[in-house]
C-alpha cells in the first residue's frame, strides 16, 4: 500500500482508540439518571421522525419498551431493589 494511505489509515485508528477511550470515560461517570434521560431523548426522536407510524414500527417500538421493562425489571431485582 502507499505509505500515504497507510499514514491515513494509522490516524484513523489512533482518532477511534481515543474516541473510544474518551466515550467510556463519559459513560463510567455518567449517572443512571443521564443515561435513562439520553435513552428517552433518543427514543422521542427516532419516534418523531415520522408523523406516520406504521403497523409493523409500533409493533417493534412496543416490543422494544416491554423488553427494556423487563431487563430494568431483573437489574432491579438482582441489585436489591425490589
Known amino acids: ?15 477511534d482508540e481515543y474516541i473510544k477511550r474518551e466515550r467510556m470515560e463519559r459513560l463510567a461517570r455518567m ?4 443515561s ?3 435513552f428517552s431523548t433518543l427514543m422521542d426522536k427516532w419516534t418523531s421522525i415520522s408523523g406516520i407510524e406504521s403497523e ?8 422494544h419498551k ?17
Not at 500500500?1 to 482518532?15: H, I, Q, S, T, W
Not at 449517572?31 to 443521564?34: A, C, L, R, V, Y
Open 1 to 15: 500500500m502507499d505509505k500515504e494511505l497507510l499514514a491515513v489509515l494509522e490516524g484513523y485508528k489512533r482518532a
Open 31 to 34: 449517572t443512571t439518571e443521564e
Open 36 to 38: 435513562k434521560a439520553i
Open 56 to 63: 409493523e414500527f409500533q409493533a417493534w417500538r412496543l416490543k
Open 66 to 82: 416491554i423488553e427494556v421493562r423487563k431487563t430494568f425489571l431483573l437489574l432491579a431485582k438482582a441489585k436489591g431493589y425490589l
